[in-house]
């Protein structure tokens, strides 16, 4: 009997050898993630995996990456800039991911595509809209590209729909006031606005602000109402930006042409703390269930997990066709060839074997360029953002006019 | 001219709850010479009940007032009589400074744990209805609410002026030994003036309801507008309280319209600052 067990375990062990180069072939190609999985942060990073899992699914079930599976492995940052690069190097160290996405905080970012460089893995970021982490500080890194908008793209975008708009609207948009927050964000806003403004022909009546959590905004109202602008540009965590319109309303006073940089505006409790009131509402936003590209996905995303795709969801979701072209175009997962195979890339229209691009836009090009006179490597140049309004209750996309087929609701009614 | 009227409605219905929050602050500085730093917590407090009272059952954030006022008399009793009391007999400030320091981080958390960081609000059927009164325009809520709180002023001064426990809350307040010495119950009079104190931050929670959002550190900024107000209208004065929170209002909103809203903070903490300094010097030189 003894000597049955120690040939058979003698048997199993030669199998196992036997069996590793036969299944060398089939090795998935590993995709690491790093992103905020537990902490405050986590239903964020929950959105952003789904995201990433049907693109996973899609595409393995259509037979895989040059016959080979995607995998996902998985790293959590909690947040913590030091727990993301523990977490980056045993990913790529202990894991042997092939390439990395991340992460949901740009500072955590920065710090994982330091160490993705260092070991040679290509990375790409959805999400991180923070404009200094491809200013020349980084050129440096390159390993990492960037999907998502700039911080100031967002805002030139915000402009841009302002100009856009005298062609629905009737009425040009000549002068525009600000009102945010004090902190960070808010500065942020102030900053990208003075970029840009000029170029624009807008004239920045006023810049108003508050402290996060304010007990009353009325005064700030009353100064937005002296100025009356043509827009308001804003900025605001969810509990402001509920007291904001609020307090619009009680000092009766209607601004014609309300853009958020999403934030609190775009929160679900926004619309479901006001409800009617936020009618008219416009916000910047990655992706919305309505853009004209993305409501097939929407449907078999919602199917899949009950829950509507957003923003992060789409972007993230881009992010992994964008390596599975890059993979394909190497003809291998070596970190040097499949970044050239990105760096090379030029998607138009739709991905090769995929589907249309599902957000606001309808080209990929990583490119090193100028922004505002500064230069800028290896993000996407064609990406921008959509612009969403309050109709009915409801976030439609009214701006860019080639996504959409509803107009922009003005004046804002507010109620 | 219609903006600055506009101003000072905007002022004094917001003045209303510092008074409120600052009036709680000084019953209980009045008679125990404690500062409670975990006065805007107990605000918080009150607006989660406020809200799970109207969601549970249906009521309408008004018709709560009273059962949350009682429920936090009932909770500021209970922590008066277990923590508090034995605290004071130390007679050391610090011990009863991060005693309720401590536990406002407790309430704070506690509500994050229990109902998350989501920011609440409790809609009715006239929260977005407004009232043109000539020029000025005001939220109907604002108005129940500064309507609801003028009447509890006007009532807790009363209370404190004419009735029995009133006169002995005040005895204990002026000489803790003399009111023990004809009798009166020092122990009593402390659960009572906390459970008080408590009681109109709920109340004033409860009347925020129906306008501001609702989230565990909502109370952070009126638990600290309730110590300027104490501090500029006098330490354990009622009516003092009750007018310093209305000029605090007024202030807010005078800077904002007269200078700019960025500094109208700054312009507080600066007025705050100097009248602490003026007063000291008063009582310096009467000395």
């Not at chain 1, 402009?159 to 005298?166: G, I, Q, T, V």
Request: charge should be negative; glycine fraction near 8%; include cysteine.
């Amino acid at each position: 009997m003894k000597k049955m067990i120690a040939l058979l375990s003698i048997l199993a062990m030669l199998l196992t050898v036997l069996s590793v180069p036969a299944m060398a072939d089939e090795e998935p190609i590993r995709i690491g993630t790093i992103y905020a999985m537990s902490g405050g942060k986590a239903a964020i990073g929950e959105n952003i995996l789904r995201g990433i899992d049907f693109a996973v699914k899609e595409i393995n079930e259509k037979g895989g990456v040059n016959g080979r599976m995607l995998e996902v492995v998985r790293g959590d940052h909690a947040g913590d800039p030091a727990q993301g690069k523990s977490e980056a190097e045993r990913l790529i160290t202990q894991e042997h991911v092939d390439v990395m996405m991340g992460c949901h905080m740009s500072t955590v970012t920065e710090i994982v595509a330091q160490v993705c460089t260092q070991y040679g893995v290509p990375m790409i970021t959805a999400i991180s809209t923070l404009d200094r982490l491809s200013d020349p500080d980084h050129e440096a890194m390159d390993y990492f590209f960037r999907l998502c908008p700039l911080n100031s793209v967002y805002v030139k975008d915000m402009l841009e729909y302002l100009k856009d708009s005298a062609e629905q609207t009737g009425e040009e948009v000549k002068t525009i006031a600000i009102f945010t927050d004090r902190a960070a964000i808010g500065q942020e806003l102030i900053r990208c606005v003075e970029l840009y403004k000029d170029e624009y022909g807008f004239d920045l009546v006023a810049t108003v602000d508050y402290t996060s959590d304010a007990t009353d905004l009325s005064a700030q109202v009353l100064a937005l109402k002296q100025a009356n602008p043509d827009a308001i540009l804003c900025d605001s965590y969810i509990g402001d930006a509920t007291l904001f319109v609020q307090t619009l309303k009680a000092q009766n006073y209607t601004p014609k042409m309300i853009v958020a940089k999403a934030n609190g505006f775009t929160d679900p409790a926004f619309i479901g703390n006001l409800a009617n009131v936020a009618n008219g509402v416009a916000s910047v936003v990655e992706f919305n269930p309505d853009l004209i590209n993305g409501q097939e996905i929407n449907e078999e995303f919602k199917a899949e997990y009950g829950v509507n795709m957003n923003g992060h969801s789409a972007e993230s979701y881009t992010v992994v066709w964008i390596f599975k072209t890059a993979i394909e175009a190497a003809g291998t997962t070596d970190g040097a060839a499949v970044r050239d195979a990105i760096a090379a890339l030029d998607i138009q229209g739709e991905f090769p074997g995929g589907r249309k691009i599902v957000l606001p836009y309808d080209r990929i090009k990583f490119e090193d360029y100028d922004l505002a006179g500064e230069p800028h490597y290896r993000d996407n140049i064609y990406s921008s953002v959509a612009i969403a309004q309050v109709q009915d209750g409801e976030w439609k996309t009214v701006w860019p006019f080639d996504f959409t087929d509803t107009k922009i609701l003005y004046p804002a009614p507010l109620q | 001219m219609d903006i600055f009227l506009q101003a000072c409605v905007n002022g004094l219905l917001m003045g209303g709850f510092y008074s409120l929050m600052g009036m709680g602050q000084n019953v209980i500085f009045g008679v125990m010479k404690i500062v409670n730093f975990c006065h805007g917590e107990m605000l918080m407090v009150g607006m989660y009940l406020t809200y799970v009272l109207s969601t549970t059952f249906g009521l309408d954030p008004y018709l709560c007032v009273p059962f949350v006022a009682v429920l936090m008399f009932m909770l500021g009793a209970v922590i008066q009589h277990t923590l508090i009391t034995p605290s004071l007999g130390t007679k050391s400030f610090t011990n009863l400074l991060f005693l309720t320091v401590g536990l406002g981080l407790l309430l704070s958390n506690g509500a994050l744990v229990i109902f998350g960081s989501e920011y609440r609000t409790i809609p009715t059927a006239y929260s977005q209805t407004y009232i043109s009164l000539g020029p000025v325009n005001v939220a109907l809520p604002r108005l129940i609410s500064f309507c609801v709180l003028v009447v509890i002023s006007v009532v807790l001064f009363a209370f404190l002026k004419y009735t029995t426990t009133g006169k002995q809350i005040r005895a204990v307040s002026q000489n803790p030994v003399g009111a023990e010495v004809v009798g009166i119950n020092a122990r009593r009079i402390y659960i009572l003036t906390y459970g008080i104190g408590t009681a109109l931050a709920g109340v004033a929670g409860a009347l925020l309801t129906g306008f501001y959002t609702i989230f565990p550190t909502a109370g952070a900024s009126f638990g600290f507008r309730a110590l300027i107000v104490v501090v500029v209208g006098g330490l354990g004065s009622i009516p003092g309280a009750f007018f310093a929170g209305i000029f605090l209002g007024l202030l807010e909103t005078m800077v904002a319209l007269f200078i700019s809203p960025s500094y109208s903070d700054l312009i507080v903490f600066i007025t705050f600052i100097v009248i602490l300094v003026v007063r000291q010097m008063i009582i310096i030189r009467r000395k």
